[in-house]
């Protein structure tokens, strides 16, 4: 089977057409056309379907799909050990990220990691705990950095982070010790990331905590930006707005709640190197742009 094929394949599913795929590969839209009917063919079912709007996979592809990623990581590592064997460190990673981590830790680990293995390509796609837990089911990231979920595979812990309240300026527990958790309740809530299984949604739940959100947001600092209007009171861990600037007060929690940020992915043992690499780097430098 033609790996070429397979890999213009994945990438008009994740560009959402031929036209976005073919910029991706640098071929023609009519040229990724070709190569995912001839592995189509060979499959002997359809893995797709076009529409009007763009592309869908299919019943039988929501079944191909997870394998065929699986097909590439085993030629991506087949290289990366061949590499080795000639005493070359090379591959390519993709990691789900938490968006905290992407934006405040990673960035200076990162540089120290390329400069030590520079041919090694790490890329990163940040999204919360639900989208990142089905990648790794469906191989699309080889690891991911986020908080510990029941997931069938290892878990390395990396740091401990404090949740905090996020208040307006002019709130009146601005300037208190703590924020009562029972008090998100009574508050105009701002939802960061609704229904991605996030830390606020189970600490909410874990203190029997209903909120009617009276807005809510898929980018966190948006949800920030609206905290500082004066639009509500919201929740997130410290580590987000390390380096941001504003006029947010975060104030810890009453009672305290703290969450593990780590590494999770299907097997360290059975990884490619380049990944075995990436953690065993991340380990080291856990205290790396803290």
Request: charged share 20%; aromatic share 8%.
């Amino acid at each position: 089977m033609d790996t070429e094929k397979c890999r213009l394949l994945l990438q008009a599913v994740e560009a959402g057409s031929f036209s976005a795929a073919a910029e991706v590969g640098h071929y023609t839209p009519s040229g990724v056309m070709r190569a995912v009917n001839a592995l189509e063919n060979e499959l002997g079912c359809h893995v797709i379907a076009r529409s009007a709007q763009g592309i869908v996979v299919t019943k039988d592809g929501e079944r191909l799909l997870p394998i065929l990623r699986r097909f590439l990581q085993c030629e991506e590592e087949m290289f990366q050990v061949s590499a080795q064997i000639r005493g070359l460190v090379t591959g390519n990673i993709t990691v789900g990220t938490y968006f905290s981590l992407a934006a405040n830790w990673l960035p200076p680990v990162l540089k120290a990691f390329r400069c030590q293995y520079p041919g090694i390509t790490v890329r990163l796609e940040e999204c919360a705990n639900h989208d990142m837990y089905a990648g790794l089911a469906e191989r699309r990231f080889d690891c991911c950095l986020t908080t510990r979920r029941p997931f069938h595979g290892d878990w390395i812990p990396l740091m401990r982070d404090e949740m905090l309240a996020w208040l307006p300026p002019d709130h009146p527990l601005a300037n208190a010790a703590s924020f009562p958790v029972k008090r998100f309740a009574e508050e105009s809530f701002i939802q960061p990331l609704p229904g991605q299984d996030t830390d606020v949604e189970r600490i909410l739940t874990s203190e029997g905590i209903t909120c009617q959100p009276a807005y809510s947001s898929v980018d966190n600092y948006t949800t920030y930006r609206l905290v500082e209007a004066g639009l509500g009171v919201s929740m997130n861990n410290r580590l987000m707005t390390a380096s941001w600037n504003g006029r947010v007060v975060t104030v810890p929690l009453d009672p305290p709640h703290f969450i593990e940020l780590g590494i999770v992915l299907p097997s360290v043992k059975n990884a490619p190197p380049a990944v075995q690499r990436f953690i065993r780097f991340l380990q080291e430098n856990r205290e790396t742009g803290i």
